[in-house]
Every structure is written in structure tokens, then in C-alpha cells.
């Protein structure tokens, strides 16, 4: 085992997904694994060992009230904390519950829903502690995360770009969906770091890396209503990954109001 800096994996409510774009790295995590000592991965190792840890990557919102003690507990363990992903981030899809009766759901779901024991509300990291660095996306961009990590091993700033999709589409030349074809599409409101896939496909983007910062959703309300799409395929639009940002919440209630705010 590497005697370098420790690494913390850490799991909260998610599907595993951004755990599994580490793994995706294949040569290049076997790089990262001679330099740092892997304390905690559930998907890769049933080692565990107690912290501190120089980092720790957290996977996952936070829906329980386990979730909530476990994660002030790793922060306290944790040196530099970077939460990975739009669960982690942003609540995840599981944030649709957050508009809805949970106690209703459980009801028709479980058999006997008095044994579940959970919290009103899926809520980011960000909600609960300091974190030090946010990677979006559903899943994170696996060259992204680790290009974060290589930059914390070797003492440097990360290089998260702030920019929104429409600066990958610019700097790849493509064309605008939305302009060209009147398809709806989140690029300009949404987080950079997918490298445009979509638009490249000539589709809109969904959103999967949340708002970008400083969105605008106003001043892309009046674009989105004119490329014809109903007011209800543009609530859908905003309402998948990333449903809780409030940014994306500001765009729900403009596209159910069908106008844009100043």
C-alpha cells in the first residue's frame, strides 16, 4: 500500500455511477493508486481505514438521518472535500420527492412503510458542510475527476471552469441547436464540463451539470417558449438531475408561468 496522501471514497444516496467513472480511468487509476493510499472505496476494495483523510470524494445526497451524522463525521476526517456529481451537488433526480408527500409515497411503495426512516427532503452536501470543490454531471466527467485529483496530490488548484455548454459548442464549432433549429436546449444556463455532447448530436442539452454560475434562466425563458416547446415539456427539461438547483427551480416556475423574469 502507498505510503502517499489517503483517499476517501464515500457513497451517500446515488446509483454508485460517479464512483464507477473513477474506476472507468482504468490505467490512469492504477497511476493514481501508487500514489496515494486508498483508505476507504466501496467499489473498489472492502479495506477500510479510519481517517483522517488528505481527500475525500463524496458520492450522493443526503436523505436519512444516518446520512446526515456519517457526513458530518467525514467532514471532520477529511483535509480537502470534493463532492462528485449532480446527487451530490444538487440533490439528484431522488430530489423530485422534495415537491412531493413523502409519507405517500413510502405508503404505496412499502409494505409496511412505519419502518422507513427518512427526511422530507433530498439535499446536497453543500446543505450540511464546507466543501471545498464541486464536480457536476450525472455522471461526473471521469477526465475531469481526475484531473481534480492529480491537482491535489501534486498541491495546485484544481481548474474548474465556471463556463456554460455554449462555450464548449463555441470552441468545438458547433452549430446552435437552439438558434438553428429551435430545439430546446439548457446550454446556455447549464454547468460546462460534458464537452457539449449533446448539442454535437444535434440535441438540446438536458442539463446534467446543473446551472452554471450566475444562470440566467430569465433571459433563456423567452427563447425556450419561442422554439414552440409546451410549457410542460419545458417543466420535464428542468426537472431531471439537477430538480432541486435552485436555479433550476427558478426555470420550472417561469416555464408553468410562460414568461421570463428580469
Not at 8 to 36: H, M, N, R, T
Not at 40 to 55: K, L, Q
Not at 169 to 194: I, Q, R, Y
Amino acid at each position: 500500500m502507498s505510503n502517499g496522501p489517503s483517499l476517501g471514497v464515500f457513497k451517500f444516496a446515488s446509483c454508485d455511477g460517479c464512483q464507477l467513472s473513477l474506476l472507468d480511468c482504468e490505467d490512469e487509476i492504477l497511476a493514481v493508486a501508487k500514489a496515494v493510499r486508498i483508505a476507504n472505496f466501496p467499489e473498489a476494495s472492502r479495506a477500510v481505514v479510519e481517517g483522517p483523510y488528505d481527500v475525500a470524494l463524496v458520492e450522493g445526497s443526503v436523505t436519512t438521518a444516518h446520512d446526515l451524522q456519517r457526513l458530518l463525521r467525514v467532514r471532520q476526517e477529511s483535509r480537502v472535500l470534493v463532492t462528485i456529481g449532480a446527487c451530490a451537488t444538487a440533490g439528484g433526480i431522488q430530489a423530485l420527492r422534495n415537491a412531493a408527500d413523502v409519507a405517500e409515497y413510502t405508503r404505496v411503495v412499502y409494505a409496511h412503510p412505519e419502518y422507513i426512516n427518512t427526511l422530507e427532503r433530498s439535499t446536497p452536501i453543500a446543505e450540511h458542510v464546507k466543501v471545498d470543490y464541486e464536480l457536476r454531471g450525472c455522471p461526473v466527467n471521469k477526465r475531469q475527476l481526475l484531473d481534480v485529483l492529480l491537482a491535489l496530490l501534486h498541491g495546485r488548484k484544481p481548474d474548474i471552469h465556471p463556463h456554460p455548454v455554449c462555450v464548449e459548442c463555441k470552441m468545438a464549432g458547433t452549430t446552435c441547436v437552439l438558434v438553428a433549429n429551435g430545439t430546446p436546449c439548457l446550454g446556455p444556463v447549464t454547468h460546462a464540463g460534458c464537452g457539449a455532447l449533446c448539442p454535437s448530436y444535434a440535441r438540446g442539452c438536458f442539463g446534467c451539470y446543473g446551472p452554471a454560475e450566475d444562470a440566467r434562466v430569465g433571459a433563456l425563458a423567452g427563447p425556450l417558449a419561442a422554439s414552440g416547446a409546451k410549457p410542460d415539456e419545458l417543466v420535464r427539461l428542468y426537472s431531471t438531475f439537477n430538480v432541486a438547483a435552485p436555479a433550476f427551480q427558478e426555470g420550472q416556475r417561469l416555464a408553468r408561468e410562460g414568461g421570463a423574469s428580469k
